[in-house]
């Protein structure tokens, strides 16, 4: 295991960790006037983890699926990975659920517009027949091109299982390509992430330089939930999990998870962090790419504790504003539909603030009011973000090692 061999300046989360702190002070120091000069090398970072998800969730779904075979190996393997995301996502509701009504931030508040900032415009499914008819692509290339993640997850899974269902000779010339393109775009992944440290100073620094603090304090109270909540989920609940489930100690998942969660933190998307995720999980914690391709690539786009926890904070934070105490019915739908809303928004940055307009309309609050509020979130949605897909891809990590211990998949995590 490469993090206890290297010295600490060449492992990977403490370059991270360095280039976060180096482009907190550039950002700071330079402004709004250094973002046309650095600003470009997160993007151009972006860029290329983005051009290597597709291929990878592929190459990664169909070898992984077509040497689980099919039947009942496959159907065991699904009921967990399922099992495990609601399970986990209903506990970071839960979580949320006590915090927003021990702290009660929108008590006592006024309305509030903030600066006027334009939604980004994230398609949103409107019911969950919508994201299921969704989820099946009737274009294929459209549905990689667009990118609806699910489809394409949906698409590999199926072709995984026909693989395995084929007689032998198809059969393992195929599972050889796939398995072949998997190590190779593994290959890749490794050569992009010795970039990571520069790109992750260029995402912080044109943060940084652009984000006013001003807007933070009217909702100070409200950041102060969300982060009580997150915490819990991140260092109570699913160290508890780890332990319960797995027999597995958190110290040491926490260790080798270190750079996917600092990577999550600074691009604030859980697609952009998948192929480090994926690395770490296999590579670190040592669980088999039959259980990883299986957990991970779907739980970027479905299983998000911290979305989930968000929606539930943030709309009941907006009911307490606007003074719309929801009675106990009310807030089991914020439950039900902050748990639909988190497996709907998509991998990338803001898409679960963009999506909370579906908690808020099954409670019955929308209008200009609740527009403005939405509006003066987003403005300070950025380090909420960041915090929550960490937890989102933490929550992913967990449920892949847990998963594989019960599959008697050896030293995990040792
Ligand atoms: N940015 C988050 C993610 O990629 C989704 C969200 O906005 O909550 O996991």
Redesign the pocket.
């Known amino acids: 295991m490469e993090s206890s061999a290297q010295p600490w300046y060449r492992q990977l989360h403490w370059q991270i960790l360095g280039a976060m702190i180096a482009g907190a002070i550039a950002g700071g120091l330079g402004g709004e006037a250094i973002v046309p000069k650095v600003g470009w090398l997160g993007t151009l970072f972006l860029e290329l983890l983005r051009m290597i998800i597709l291929p990878l969730i592929v190459t990664s779904i169909v070898s992984g699926v077509s040497s689980v075979g099919g039947g009942r190996d496959l159907g065991r393997l699904f009921g967990k990975t399922l099992g495990y995301y609601v399970l986990s996502s209903f506990l970071a509701i839960l979580a949320g659920l006590a915090v927003v009504n021990i702290i009660r931030p929108g008590a006592g508040n006024k309305a509030f517009t903030g600066p006027d900032t334009a939604l980004p415009d994230l398609k949103t499914p409107n019911s969950p027949v919508d994201l299921l008819l969704d989820i099946i692509p009737d274009n294929l290339v459209a549905a990689a091109a667009e990118p609806n993640y699910l489809a394409v997850i949906l698409f590999s899974i199926l072709l995984g299982m026909s693989i395995a269902a084929l007689p032998e000779e198809p059969r393992g010339r195929l599972v050889g390509i796939f398995d072949a393109g998997f190590q190779a775009m593994m290959k890749l992944t490794s050569g992009i992430i010795v970039f990571l440290p520069i790109g992750v100073f260029g995402l912080i620094a044109r943060l940084v330089g652009e984000t006013g603090f001003s807007s933070f304090r009217a909702l100070a109270l409200y950041i102060l939930t969300l982060a009580t909540g997150l915490s819990f989920h991140l260092f109570v609940t699913l160290p508890l999990l780890l332990i319960l489930l797995g027999r597995i100690r958190p110290k040491n998942h926490f260790r080798n998870m270190a750079g996917p969660l600092m990577m999550a933190f600074s691009t ?4 952009a962090t998948l192929p480090l995720t994926i690395r770490n999980v296999e590579e670190k914690v040592g669980v088999s790419n039959r259980v990883s391709s299986f957990v991970l690539p779907m739980g970027a786009t479905v299983n ?1 504790d ?2 989930a926890l ?1 929606e539930c904070v943030g709309a009941l934070f907006i009911a307490q504003t606007l003074g719309a105490d929801l009675s106990v019915l009310q807030q089991l739908i914020v439950v039900m539909t902050a748990l639909l809303a988190s497996i709907g ?1 998509a ?7 963009v999506i909370i307009f579906i908690v808020l309309d099954a409670v019955n609050l929308r209008g200009p009011e609740v527009d403005a509020m939405v509006g003066a979130m987003l403005a300070i949605d950025r380090p909420l ?1 960041m915090y ?2 960490a937890v ?1 891809v933490f929550s992913d990590s967990c449920g892949a090692a847990i998963i594989a211990k019960s599959e008697g998949e050896p030293n995990i995590d040792a």
Do not use: E
């Not at 604030?268 to 697609?271: C, I, T």
């Not at 990338?348 to 603030?353: N, T």
């Open positions: 604030s998307s859980s697609a998000m911290g979305t968000f928004a991998a990338v940055p803001s898409a679960g603030l973000d929550r897909t989102n």
